[in-house]
C-alpha cells in the first residue's frame, strides 16, 4: 500500500512540473512579465517599403536602447518586439493582431503606409491600442472615427502636396501630368497636388494612376510622353520608382521636370544606374525635413552614425520620435495603459522638441504643420546622393 502510494505522489509530482513547463505561470514568471514595458512595432521591412522600413526599424532600436539606458519606463526597462509588415495593409493587420493578441503589446509603432494605418485603425479603436504612425501621410486619415487611439509623427500630405505644387508654379510647369500609385497614399497626395496646381493657374493633362505592384509602366509613360507636358507630378514608392525611372529614361522621358516626393526619397532608388541617371537628369522633390543644426537632430543623427555606419533616410527621425513620445507619455502618466498614454501625448505632444522638429499634435492626434525638404539627386565622385537645396516650412 505505500508503495502505491508513493508511486501516486510521484506521479502527480510529475504531472504538476509538466504543467508548469507548458505554460502555467510561477509567481516569479508574472512578477518578471510585469516587470518590462512592452512596445511592438511593425513596420515595411520587405515589399515597396522594405529599403526605408528596414531602416526606420533600427531607429525604433536605437530609441529603445536610449531609453532603457536612461532608465526606461516607470523603472521598468522596455521590451520590444518586432514584426514585417511587407509593405501590406492585410498583412500589416495581422502582425498588430499577432502583436496585441500573442504578445500581449499595447503600445505600437505601425501603420507605416496610409493603407496600411486604414487597415488597422479600426481594430486598434476597438481594442483601446494606442499607435503612432511615423510615415502614414494621407489627409484622408484625418478625422475617422478611429483615430482616438491613432497618431501622426509625420504631417499629413496635405502641406507636402502644396509644397510639391508649389515647386512646379515656381519652374513655370503649366501642362502637368499627375501620375500616382493607385492606393489612400498616392491619390490623395496627387489630388491635393493637383487642387494646388490648378489653384495657381496650371492646367492638368491627365492624372494617370498605376497599380505599384505591376512593375511595368510603359503604357503609362508612353501615354505621359503623348501629352507632351511641361512636368510630372510623380507619386511613388522605392521599388516601383526604380522601375519607372529606368523605363521613362528608356522613353526619353528625362528632359522634362519631375517632381518627386518622400516615398521616392532614399538610396533604394539607386539600384539600377538607369533609375539613378534619370533621377539626376529630372527629378526634384520633397520629403519632411528636420531642422538641420538643432540639437534634437544632430543628436540623433550621430548616434544613427555610431550604431549602424551609416545615415539615417526619410522618417527615421519621425519613427524615432515616435517611440520618444511613448516613453516620455507613459512616464508622465506614471501608467503604460494606452487610455492614460493617449491623454498624456496631447500634454506632452505640445511643442515637443525632437529628432524632427518641433511636434504639435491637435486633438485629432496630427502633427500641426511641417518642415518640408527639397531635394535632386547628384553624381559626385561617381556616386549618386540626395543633396537638400532648400527648406520650406509650412504652418
Not at 499577432?98 to 485603425?121: D, F, P, R, W, Y
Not at 487642387?195 to 505621359?224: H, N, S, V
Request: glycine share 10%; aromatic share 8%.
Amino acid at each position: 500500500m505505500g508503495k502505491k502510494v508513493l508511486a501516486l505522489i510521484t506521479v502527480l509530482t510529475f504531472f504538476a512540473t509538466a504543467l508548469v513547463g507548458c505554460g502555467q505561470q510561477t509567481p516569479a514568471d508574472k512578477q518578471e512579465q510585469e516587470e518590462v514595458v512592452k512596445i511592438g512595432s511593425a513596420l515595411s521591412m520587405s515589399g515597396l517599403l522594405g529599403p526605408m522600413g528596414v531602416k526606420m526599424t533600427d531607429a525604433v532600436k536605437l530609441a529603445v536602447e536610449e531609453i532603457n539606458a536612461a532608465g526606461g519606463i516607470n523603472g521598468k526597462q522596455v521590451e520590444l518586439f518586432i514584426e514585417d509588415d511587407a509593405t501590406d495593409p492585410a498583412q500589416c493587420l495581422n502582425a498588430v493582431k499577432k502583436l496585441v493578441e500573442v504578445n500581449g503589446v499595447q503600445l505600437l509603432i505601425t501603420g507605416m503606409s496610409s493603407g496600411a494605418a486604414s487597415a488597422i485603425g479600426p481594430y486598434l479603436s476597438e481594442r483601446g491600442v494606442l499607435a503612432i504612425s511615423p510615415s502614414a501621410t494621407s489627409p484622408a486619415l484625418t478625422g475617422q472615427p478611429w483615430r482616438d487611439y491613432f497618431f501622426r509623427t509625420a504631417p499629413s500630405d496635405e502641406y507636402q502636396g502644396k509644397v510639391m505644387a508649389q515647386l512646379a508654379l515656381d519652374r513655370g510647369l503649366k501642362r502637368i501630368v499627375v501620375f500616382t500609385m493607385d492606393n489612400v497614399y498616392g491619390v490623395s497626395l496627387g489630388q491635393v497636388a493637383e487642387a494646388a496646381l490648378k489653384e495657381g493657374g496650371a492646367e492638368i493633362l491627365a492624372f494617370i494612376k498605376y497599380d505599384p505592384a505591376k512593375m511595368d509602366y510603359r503604357t503609362e509613360l508612353t501615354q505621359i510622353k503623348s501629352l507632351n507636358p511641361d512636368g510630372v507630378i510623380h507619386v511613388g514608392y522605392n521599388d516601383d520608382g526604380v522601375v519607372v525611372y529606368q523605363q521613362a529614361l528608356d522613353l526619353g522621358l528625362d528632359t522634362i521636370q519631375w517632381i518627386g516626393c518622400d516615398g521616392v526619397y532614399g538610396t533604394g532608388l539607386f539600384k539600377t544606374e538607369a533609375s539613378a541617371t534619370f533621377m539626376a537628369n529630372a527629378v526634384i522633390g520633397t520629403r519632411p525635413g528636420a531642422p538641420e543644426g538643432e540639437d534634437a537632430y544632430e543628436n540623433f543623427v550621430a548616434a544613427f552614425r555610431a550604431k549602424y555606419n551609416e545615415d539615417p533616410e526619410v522618417f527615421c527621425d519621425t519613427v524615432y520620435d515616435a517611440v520618444k513620445l511613448i516613453a516620455l507619455a507613459a512616464n508622465h502618466a506614471g501608467s503604460e495603459d494606452p487610455a492614460k498614454v493617449r491623454d498624456a501625448l496631447l500634454e506632452v505632444g505640445q511643442n515637443y522638441q525632437g529628432a524632427s522638429g518641433t511636434i504639435t499634435f491637435d486633438e485629432g492626434g496630427d502633427r500641426l504643420g511641417g518642415i518640408y525638404e527639397i531635394w535632386e539627386v547628384v553624381k559626385e565622385d561617381g556616386e549618386f546622393k540626395f543633396k537638400r537645396v532648400d527648406m520650406i516650412t509650412l504652418n
